[in-house]
């Protein structure tokens, strides 16, 4: 069955980075391209960016651009997501997804989700 | 970037009633349209996809319709389990926008 595991909750201090990971299981993992999605404490979700695992391409969303880094391991099966500059709005449920369904784009598998605090 | 805009941002319903919620989308993106569930705590749950694909092992009274910038998504016969927060997000360009949501409570 299709799982995707993501790492421990992390306590951050402004300024700092964070490495979220996510460990894909129960299907080709290079054939299938993995979204990062966050929501901050009772908001809605914000799409973050993407990375093809395989061909190690990415693209992330403006606001994030040059403090986001997309990364994977195909020999564990492990897609990663660095943050840097971390500030108190980064405070977040951080989501790694796949994409099921190439040419809709729709997320069909999703991870249970990390919870990042970012407070001095 | 295209904006995604949901309504109503909640509504209160009751066990059995038909449920609508709309998005729009600031330009046409054609069919590239999915919605997704999610309850408290939980990561949210593809239900739609392409506007009006239903998911597999997603229930029949969830249906999508629409294209274009006008979308809908119905329940035709609200269950409890149903009662969550429903999210439109849009696939046709970067980046994947979504709205803002749209909580349906009990009444």
């Known amino acids: 069955q299709v799982q995707l595991v993501q790492s421990g909750a992390e306590v951050k201090k402004p300024g700092a980075s964070m490495k979220l990971s996510c460990k894909a299981s129960g299907y080709t993992f290079t054939s299938y391209y993995i979204h990062w999605v966050r929501q901050a404490p009772g908001q809605g979700l914000e799409w973050m960016g993407v990375?093809?695992?395989?061909?190690?391409?990415?693209s992330s969303a403006q606001r994030f651009q040059g403090r986001v880094t997309m990364t994977r391991d195909t020999s564990t099966s492990t897609v990663y997501m660095e943050l840097s500059s971390l500030r108190s709005e980064d405070t977040a449920v951080y989501y790694c997804?796949?994409?099921?369904?190439?040419?809709?784009?729709?997320?069909?598998?999703w991870g249970q989700g990390t919870l990042v605090s970012v407070s001095s | 970037d295209i904006q995604m805009t949901q309504s109503p941002s909640s509504l209160s319903a009751s066990v059995g009633d038909r449920v609508t919620i709309a998005c729009r989308a600031s330009?046409?993106?054609?069919?590239?349209l999915n919605w997704y569930q999610q309850r408290p705590g939980k990561a949210p749950k593809l239900l739609i996809y392409?506007?009006?694909s239903l998911q597999s092992g997603v229930p029949s009274r969830f249906s999508g319709s629409g294209s274009g910038t006008d979308f809908t998504l119905t329940i035709s016969s609200l269950q409890p389990e149903d009662f969550a927060t429903y999210y439109c997000?849009?696939?046709?360009?970067?980046?994947?926008?979504f709205g803002q949501g749209s909580k349906v409570e009990i009444k």
């Open positions: 997804a796949r994409v099921g369904k190439f040419l809709t784009g729709s997320l069909d598998f």
């Open positions: 330009q046409s993106i054609s069919n590239f």
């Open positions: 392409a506007a009006s």
């Open positions: 990375i093809n695992p395989g061909g190690d391409t990415t």
């Open positions: 997000q849009q696939t046709y360009s970067t980046p994947r926008t």
